[in-house]
């Protein structure tokens, strides 16, 4: 698989991941927002940060970059998507993902490790983590609470496209406790906790591991393991 | 052409939780402001653009107040158009 990690002005979680899908071996390349050619990319991640200096609304300004023109005929093409923290944003206001997310129910930034369910394993995505798991990850957000009106969400729900859950502690205020959807194809996924974050036995734990390991396995064995 | 000054006011929808409105609210209870009621915060915009006539400039504004400055999923929009002609306000 390769991998393409799009690099706004104000991202700051690009070479996080990068670091990450190298750690895997897989081929990976920075994509500066004004590429108009990404058709070389199997995996495109939105990375965290603060685009385009989250000026207006956190991602409005990325939505209009001309990569991001690219990443949404990526997605139609049914290939892999992948938006964090900023990333989700984006990726919502672009629209390859109902809903927003607004200022956290407590207008603190919340800089801390959470609880998550993971609600589904038979994507690409989440396929190494077993069902109901609950793995921790970092969250690092001001804006993170996810929401959508209500025929959205039943939707969402209908669809089982919510595929992590913030168990226990809702830490924002988001609307039943989601912390990551997907599309209604599975290829596209957003997430406001960071993977990338906790994905190295350095940093304390790897349970965002899976998520990169899951979309690469698809192609070829892995060399790292665990 | 004509140039035209536009104040445009970028609101929550009613139903998305305003948590900064209720900190302010809150705090203005505290102050012994107990009339006030309710405090929503928004965004104020002021922008001058050209056009053909008002309702061309009307036109733009609500692509542009739909596809950048509001997000329909969470928030509302309206705007007040003012005719600029010598420098000054029509």
């Known amino acids: 698989m390769k ?12 070479r996080d991941v990068a670091y990450v899908t190298r750690l895997l071996q897989q081929p990976t390349r920075m994509v500066w927002h004004e590429e ?38 990526h997605a139609k093409q049914g290939k892999f998507v992948l938006g964090i923290c900023n990333g989700f944003q984006v990726l919502t206001e672009a629209g390859l993902l109902p809903g927003a997310l607004i200022r956290n129910r407590d207008l603190h930034f919340i ?6 369910k993971v609600e589904r394993t038979d994507l690409p995505w989440t396929q190494s983590y077993t069902p109901g798991e609950i793995i921790t990850l970092p969250i690092a957000h001001g804006e993170g609470q996810f929401y959508a009106d209500e025929d959205t969400i039943k939707q969402l729900e209908d669809n089982s496209q919510v ?36 994905a190295d036995p350095i940093l304390g734990s790897t349970d965002g591991l899976g998520l990169f390991k899951g979309i690469g396995a698809r ?3 892995l060399v790292v393991s665990g | 052409m004509r ?22 609210m809150s705090g203005l209870q505290h102050m012994g402001y107990d009339t006030v009621e ?23 504004l609500d692509l542009i107040c739909d596809q950048l400055l509001a997000n329909p999923v969470i928030e509302n929009y309206r705007f007040d158009l003012i005719e600029q002609r010598d420098g000054v306000s029509a």
Do not use: W
């Open chain 1, 3 to 14: 991998f393409g990690i799009v690099v706004f002005p104000g991202s700051n979680c690009d």
């Open chain 2, 3 to 24: 140039k035209y000054q536009a104040h445009i006011y970028v609101t929550l929808r009613p139903s998305v939780l305003d948590p900064a409105g209720t900190a302010v």
């Open chain 1, 163 to 198: 595929i992590f859950r913030y168990y226990g502690d809702n830490p924002n205020g988001s609307v039943n406790n989601i912390a990551g959807i997907c599309n209604v194809t599975g290829n596209v996924i957003g997430m406001m906790p960071h993977p990338e974050r906790a």
């Open chain 2, 38 to 60: 309710q405090i929503r915060i928004g965004k104020y915009i002021e922008l001058s653009l050209t056009a053909q006539d008002e309702d061309i400039a009307r036109q733009q």
């Open chain 1, 36 to 73: 108009t050619d990404i058709s070389d990319l199997d995996v495109v991640i939105v990375p965290g940060g603060f685009s385009y200096g989250d000026y207006l609304r956190c991602g409005a300004i990325a939505r209009f970059s001309p990569v991001m023109q690219q990443v949404v005929k």
């Open chain 1, 219 to 221: 192609s070829e064995e």
């Open chain 1, 111 to 116: 800089c801390d490790r959470i609880p998550l």
